[in-house]
């Protein structure tokens, strides 16, 4: 817990030193030398020009504190990044205080060749694309095969009878259209995608494992996937939506090849009605300014939302929300998230989450968040006989902090408060913290 609360006072320091350096030009002056520059403003007002925030990739050459920073364009179709972080919860949240979090995060293009990954050691994801005019063939392989006992949280607490080890090994292969769309960035796409994928689902007890949970066999689960994406987003130089729309959805459909009735602590999820599922899924994301106010002000829109027409769902088909830093790189906008909430931590069948944030730019690496966050959930339920979904709604509340930092690093400092929807009813917060280095 002391690393922690050094994570804290480290990142609390940043940022006092930012608002320190902002303060420092008023400093230098007197209060007799402010009111000669104030009294010959007056007389002789400057020609400002109208302000532009520093887009990303582009070249541009920004002022802050009197000195002007030279900023050269970069290619964003080649990116790779160390991304590590930790959140603090307060009070706990299914008994932990602190969770701590990373990834490598690399993307490249060879000419008509695409391939992006993500890596965590357990948990990885690749896709690689290779483009034909507007046509492109695809390929996607990834894994959850954590060693650990898992058990799901009920009530903001872990219930250990619930205990088990899982995990997925799968692939797609798939063909799709692919068209530019304005504003022509590396990122702003039309994306129509066709997969058929495969994957290989396992479990098994542990110790903790509750004596009447029984588990469905190992199998091998299939089916197609369309997905659908569009991103129209123009980002600004912290990667962070700026102007523009992006939306996506996604179809699936699934089969699990040997399957049997489950109990996974709760009630019985029978063969028939869990083998097969339909799972849909959809987002919208807009970025925009406020009328009369400059380009440093904007107002940020998120809404998803995901159901299962047949009510087919178990503990391994689910819709996984948690939380986490929020999406902003285009292959990463589907993913919901819920502040303060761990990874993963709902399983539902249904959900809606939409937000509101309005985002000011301090100084061109410098933002602050403030960000309102409603979340509508029909939880799976794993832990009582009584009933398989319960519905849950609540709101979050957020504040945080964007800032470029040392050796081409960003920084990011975010502090939420949960109303009801993390602890059952129980009001709770959390401060999460972010360390991005690019490479």
């Known amino acids: 817990m002391k690393n922690a609360f050094d994570s804290v006072t480290i990142s609390l320091t940043v940022f006092l030193f930012c608002i320190a350096l902002a303060g420092s030009p008023w400093d230098t002056a007197s209060a007799e030398e402010t009111t000669g520059i104030a009294q010959k403003s007056q007389k002789n007002p400057p020609a400002e020009s109208e302000y532009h925030t520093p887009l990303a990739g582009e070249p541009s050459k920004p002022e802050v504190f009197g000195r002007t920073i030279d900023i050269l364009g970069r290619n964003r179709d080649n990116a790779a990044a160390l991304v590590m972080g930790a959140t603090i919860f307060t009070p706990p949240l299914a008994e932990a205080q602190f969770l701590p979090f990373g990834a490598f995060y690399w993307k490249h293009r060879w000419d008509d060749t695409r391939f ?3 890596f965590s050691i357990m948990v990885n994801e690749a896709d690689i694309s290779e483009t034909f005019g507007k ?13 650990f006992a898992q058990p799901e949280i009920a009530g903001g607490q872990t219930i250990l009878r619930t205990s088990i080890i899982f995990g997925t090994v799968n692939g797609r292969l798939g063909a799709g259209l692919r068209l530019p769309v304005a504003p022509f960035q590396a990122d702003n796409d039309l994306r129509v995608q066709l997969f058929y994928q495969g994957g290989y689902l396992y479990s098994d007890r542990v110790e903790d494992t509750g004596p009447n949970v029984f588990l469905p066999p190992d199998t091998l689960v299939h089916g197609p996937l369309l997905r ?9 130089l912290m990667e962070l939506p700026h102007r523009g729309v992006a939306a996506g959805m996604d179809v699936e459909f ?5 399957w049997s009735d489950a109990n996974y602590g709760g009630a019985t999820f029978t063969r028939d009605e869990t083998r097969d599922y339909l799972k849909l899924s959809g987002y919208l994301i807009a970025a925009t300014g406020i009328p009369g106010l400059s380009e440093r002000n904007r107002l940020i829109f998120s809404f998803y939302g995901g159901s299962a027409p047949y009510d087919t769902l178990d503990r391994f088909s689910s819709f996984r929300i948690g939380g986490g830093p929020l999406p902003s790189e285009t292959d990463d906008l589907f993913r919901q998230v819920y502040p303060g909430a761990m990874f993963n931590q709902f399983p539902a069948s249904e959900y809606l989450i939409g937000s509101a944030e309005y985002r000011r730019e301090l100084l061109f690496f410098l933002y602050f968040h403030l960000r309102s966050t409603f979340a509508w959930v029909n939880r799976e339920i794993f832990t009582t006989r009584r009933l398989k979904t319960l519905e849950n709604s609540g709101e ?6 964007t800032s470029g930092f040392l050796w081409e690093s960003v920084l990011s400092l975010e502090y939420s408060y949960d109303s009801s929807v993390l602890r059952n009813g129980k009001a709770g917060s959390n401060i999460t913290i972010i360390w991005a280095k690019g490479f």
Do not use: C
């Open 116 to 118: 992006r990954g993500i």
């Open 135 to 147: 046509w492109q063939l695809l390929g996607h392989l990834d894994n959850n095969t954590v060693p």
């Open 228 to 236: 659908v994406r569009y991103d129209g987003l123009r980002r600004n």
């Open 254 to 258: 699934a089969r699990r090849d040997s």
């Open 396 to 401: 979050a509340f957020t504040a945080a902090i």
